[in-house]
């Protein structure tokens, strides 16, 4: 803006000067040309005066430089001249100058020469004995005055130039510096020329609307980027060519990556790399990725920006639950095959003999009871695995309603009475009104499963003491049996679905490896927790630590 500012103050005012310039000389001229004649008359009156008082004497030896001086008789015959022979000139009768002077005493005028390009000016004055007295000179022409002053002239155009962008800058930067210094975060404050005010409240109302705009921005970029920090699964934004443009917090701590990281620089995987891909040619895809001891799912899919672009946005989520739960699935499917099959072919293999009538009349009763047996063993096992997948099922669904563990303790101690009488157990039971909030049947489940195990598990004659008791906000039960004691290296493993310490006694006990199992499943199911200590041929104490109510 200076530069334009000063360019057109130049411009103007060289062309002012030009102006100025020609329209002086142009009055120059003319004043020159007065001059000129009123000089040429002053000398013509001179001349005259000296050739009415010497006569034809006053030419002798006349030097005449810059004018010439013409004596004409009142006929227009040329009596001298002082550059010319007169016999060889013209006769001037029909001249202007001369015409004028017989006429009026005085005349003038000027003619361009015959021979050079240049004006020549006469002044005539009739003398007293009728004869013309005349005096011309070369008129000064336009050049030769431009010539002449043109020393002058170009330093005054010079000086003016010079002038002109002296000031032209001073000027420019003086209306410009003020709209340098605007505050345009505060348009309305500055105090400039009036002519910007309309401009100064645009601004205004044009910083007002952005400053909301940024704003509800900034609210809307921090409700994401909340979200997207607190979210428990991990978001990765990729451009197009793979690099990292945005990772949340958690995906940053599960991939070790950063902004700007490319795709395979944290991860090398084969079906990660294929997902990406895929996402880059614009299809959704995912595949699971293992960290660790944990899972992790991602879902990858293309976007379209705006700008034709394409970036590609990654989920990351940890499915490690739903992995074991699936894998746990498939273990137990195909231990329960394994378990059935094992029961069954015992009953298979001794019905066919009976079919088949290979067995004696008296061996009979042996086989069928084989069959019960083996029989109830599946009864048994079927009916664990129902209430293990019951225990699955209601999970989240289970209605708690209070709960005295004593009063539950008691109703096993009695159904169990007959078992343990028939191994010559005593079971103690020491109980305060402890009330736990739980789902009933599943509290009878577990707890008659301990008991059972101190039974099945105790030698003749042994000893098992149920005790409830309540510290702080926990009722704790907890059941002691002087049985055969468990290994250290089992304890670790007896609440696995159909472990059995000892297989090869599992037909004697009648037992399904599913109990405890049940047991760690209702715990869970009551956020309760299990402590066991055992020792061999001492006994084993089992603890169920459960949250009041
Ligand atoms: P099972 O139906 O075989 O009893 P459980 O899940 O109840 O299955 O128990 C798993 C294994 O833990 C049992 O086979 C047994 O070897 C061991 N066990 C459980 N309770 C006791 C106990 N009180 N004393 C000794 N061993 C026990």
Redesign the pocket.
Known sequence: MTKKICETIIKISTITLLASIIIILGILYDYFISMQFSQQKNELELAAQGVILNGEEYFVGINTKNYRITWIENDGKVLFDSKINANDMENHIKREEFMEALKNGYGESQRKSSTFAEKTMYSAKKLPDGSVLRISSTQISIISLVFGIAQPILFVSLCAVGASIFFARKVSIKTVSPLNRLDLENPLSNEVYEELSPLLVRIDRQNKKIKSQLDDLAQKNKEITYVTEHVSDGIIMLNKKGNVISANKKAKELLHCSDGNYYLDFCRNLEYKRTVEMAQKGEKSSCTLKIGDLVYRIFASCIHMNNDDIAVFMFISDVTDEENAQQMRREFTANVSHELKTPLSAIMGSAEIIKNGIVKQEDIPHFATKIYEEASRLLNLIQDIIKLSRLDEVGLKAEFSPIILGDIAQAVKNELCEKALKKEISIDLICNKSRIRGYLPVIHEMIY?LCD??I??NNKGGKVNIEIETKGNQGIFSIT?T????AKNEISH?FERF????KSH?KE?G???????IVKHGAELHRATINID?EIGIG?KITVIFPLL
């Open positions: 499963n195990n101190a099945i598990y049996d049985g055969i004691g468990i007896i472990y059995r310490v000892d599992s006990t037992g399904t490896g599913l109990g405890l199992s055992s084993t």
